[in-house]
């Protein structure tokens, strides 16, 4: 099984993030790989070892986006490339799909494209369904649990109403939810053969392709409004009479 | 001069702080009111390879370098103080003493396993009758037909009940001139029969730890299991107090952090007189004096650990070190659970946990009584440090990554 994990490097998800002139700052709290996606590379390096096989982890970005790609490798994923290009700047998603799409198919023979739900910055969630777009590969979105049978994937999707087992002919695109499974430490091993591993740097000429259009921009970026916060302590002499007073202040307040 | 950490250095903290926060920080309460170790502790850090974390791969270890060691110890107690004791003596007193004093068959035979987590190992030097005074030590052992016979108790030793090895420091010579120079470092499998031991329970802090006695009866040792030579085991000890000390100083340092960060939540979120208290001045001023201890605790013991990658003698370096993250933490701590008001003082707060695990590093390894004499000592030229026939092997990363079939 040959197998593409796509991240993204984001802001960790403690980071204070606040938009300061129309532009997202988060302060100097460190970037990581985008929390979704870790679940991507735990998905896809279960497959690897019940499947056998290659895992490749690429991104977009800056050089600095490797380091993101490194807790790829120590997590014990084979292989990682950059692919990095000034005309990416400002790249909405669907740029960005025509990239991956152009990416996955230089690694060749690829049989599944894994993605997290969403990255944690933009919030868009779109990125696996463009990229098997222009692949024109299926998409079995928000997988909770995967699973090969010979020649196509099975994966099962937690829906309000129930859940969904839904299979597809390989290749496919798949993106996973947290139900996968918490993603694994890196390991010692993985540390060590990460920071030994040179990444190498795809530019969008070594990929054979222009510069894609980018059609969607982000003209305002607004803080959400602050709210007034204020605490108080329901006390009592026993338990009933504090839910008594709790249950009062809650429909007094019009919580409910 | 360079004080930033590789991406090795950050990789190995991320990866340690998601296991103890994730894994460690929601179960810590239950079982230190239980004052029970839990069960998957030992097995856990085996497999994520902790327990040989700064050893070269050729002994079973992980390769990584003396300051990762210490930031593993950060981060482990960070959360509890339980989880570093066992850095402490497992890799800091045992382990990092075979690798410094062990011939290669010893290495072979013991550390190999100790550093795969296979074998836990602790570090059996204070007795009830010994503690900061080593050379009163009452333990004994004597030659007989190509064994020694080992008689003694070993008291407060940390993973007594857990160990399967224990560095065990007896009296080889009674008639030594310096009492110290009649001591020996002995390798002991703690299956050997007339071995009892037990833990110590009602102890004040690291209840989730276990902390017990070891007592020999005419325990039989074939000699292959005596380290270094006959009269070295003083300085055995002492060699591997200086990388025990390390990881207490590391670890108390992340107690440190833990207090601050719990106190500055707590500062930023409770009301009194009408605003959060951590907009009153007195209660910045102990938020001030967190930021300065953690700071300060932290440079002396990454200094220390660089000091150790170099291969360059750091007794003086590491003692000042756990002397002042360790005297810091109790104050953090006390200072915590003042922030917190009554809520510190009760176990619904971690705070309590913290200042009564920060009082032991005051104890272990070294009293702050002890480390002002050797600190004093060094200061007024009444102490030195004589070369020492076998000392720790600076990191050299080629060569303890080395040999990976990776
Ligand atoms: C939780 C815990 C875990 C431990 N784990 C281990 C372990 O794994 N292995 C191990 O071998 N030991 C271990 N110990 C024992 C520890 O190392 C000793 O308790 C410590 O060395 C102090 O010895 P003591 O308790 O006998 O006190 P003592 O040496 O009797 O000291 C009593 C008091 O006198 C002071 N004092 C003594 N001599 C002097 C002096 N010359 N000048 C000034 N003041 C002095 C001391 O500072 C102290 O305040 C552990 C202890 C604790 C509490």
């Known amino acids: ?256 | 001069m360079d004080f930033s950490l590789t991406d090795e250095h950050r990789m190995v903290q991320e990866m340690v702080r998601d296991y103890a926060q994730r894994e460690i920080a929601p179960i810590i309460k239950e079982y230190d009111r239980k004052q029970e170790m839990a069960p998957e502790i030992l097995p856990r850090m085996a497999e994520l390879g902790l327990l040989g974390i700064c050893l070269p791969l050729r002994y079973g270890g992980q390769g990584m370098d003396y300051i990762a060691l210490g930031l593993v110890c950060e981060e482990l107690e960070a959360v509890d103080s339980s989880m570093r004791v066992v850095m402490s003596v497992h890799v800091g007193l045992n382990c990092l003493g075979l690798f410094q004093w062990a011939d290669e068959e010893q290495k072979e035979a013991f550390l190999i396993p100790q550093a795969r987590g296979e074998k836990i190992a602790c570090f059996g030097l204070s007795e009830p009758g010994a503690g900061s005074d080593v050379a009163a030590i009452q333990s004994t052992a004597r030659r007989d037909k190509g064994n020694y016979v080992i008689n003694g108790e070993k008291m407060w030793i940390s993973l007594a009940s857990k160990a399967h090895h224990v560095m065990w420091v007896a009296r080889t010579n009674p008639d030594a001139p310096d009492p110290h120079d009649g001591l020996s470092a002995f390798l002991v499998e703690l299956d050997r029969p007339g071995i009892t031991r037990g833990d110590i329970h009602g102890k004040l802090g690291v209840r989730a730890g276990s902390t017990g006695w070891i007592s020999f009866q005419d325990v039989r040792v074939p000699e292959k299991n005596r380290i270094g030579k006959e009269g070295e085991g003083f300085k055995i000890a002492m060699s591997a107090l200086d990388n025990g000390r390390y990881t207490v100083a590391a670890g108390a340092t992340g107690l440190i952090r833990a207090c601050l960060d719990e106190s500055v939540q707590y500062a930023n979120q409770r009301q009194a007189f009408g605003r959060q208290i951590g907009k009153i001045q007195l209660i910045q001023a102990k938020i001030a004096h967190m930021v300065q201890s953690y700071d300060a605790a932290r440079l002396l013991y990454l200094h220390a650990g660089w000091l150790k990658n170099l291969g360059k003698r750091n007794t003086r370096q590491t003692s000042l070190a756990k002397w002042f993250a360790t005297d810091a933490s109790f104050e953090a701590a006390s200072q915590a659970i003042q922030i917190h008001g009554a809520y510190g003082y009760s176990d619904e707060y971690n705070v309590e946990r913290y200042l009564r695990n920060a009082r032991g590093a005051i104890i272990y390894e070294g009293t702050s009584e002890i480390h002002q004499l050797i600190q004093a000592g060094y200061a007024l030229g009444l102490r030195g440090d004589a070369p020492l026939r076998k000392e720790l092997p600076a990191y050299d990363r080629d060569k303890w990554q080395e040999n990976c079939s990776e």
């Not at chain 1, 909405?92 to 599944?112: C, T």
């Open chain 1, 1 to 256: 099984m040959n197998i593409v994990v796509c991240i993204k490097q984001t802001p960790d998800s403690a980071a204070k993030v606040v938009a300061e002139n129309g532009q997202v700052s988060w302060g100097d709290s460190p970037l990581v790989m985008n929390p979704w996606d870790e679940y991507a590379v735990e998905a896809a390096l279960t497959m690897q070892e019940e499947q056998g096989g290659d895992v490749t982890v690429i991104s977009i970005g800056e050089e600095g986006v490797k380091d993101a790609l490194k807790t790829g490798l120590a997590m014990g994923c084979s292989n990682a490339f950059l692919i990095s290009d000034p005309a990416m700047q400002n790249a909405d998603s669907q740029a960005v799909a025509r990239v991956l799409a152009a990416a996955i198919q230089k690694i060749e023979n690829v049989d599944i494209a894994f993605f997290g739900r969403q990255a944690i910055d933009g919030d868009m969630g779109v990125t696996a369904a463009q990229t098997a777009r222009v692949l024109g590969w299926p998409i079995l979105s928000l997988a909770s649990s995967v699973g090969a049978v010979n020649g196509s994937i099975r994966v099962e999707r937690n829906v309000e109403e129930g859940r969904q087992v839904v299979e597809g002919k390989l290749p496919v695109a798949v993106s996973v939810v947290k139900d996968i499974g918490d993603p694994r430490y890196p390991s010692f091993m993985g540390i060590r053969k990460a920071n030994r591993a040179t990444i190498p740097v795809w530019t969008l000429a070594d990929l054979g392709i222009e510069a894609p259009d980018t059609n969607v921009r982000w003209p305002e970026i607004m803080n959400p409004p602050e709210h007034e916060i204020t605490n108080e302590i329901v006390s009592g002499d026993s338990p009933d009479e504090i839910a008594t007073i709790l249950a009062d202040k809650i429909l007094s307040e019009k919580v409910l």
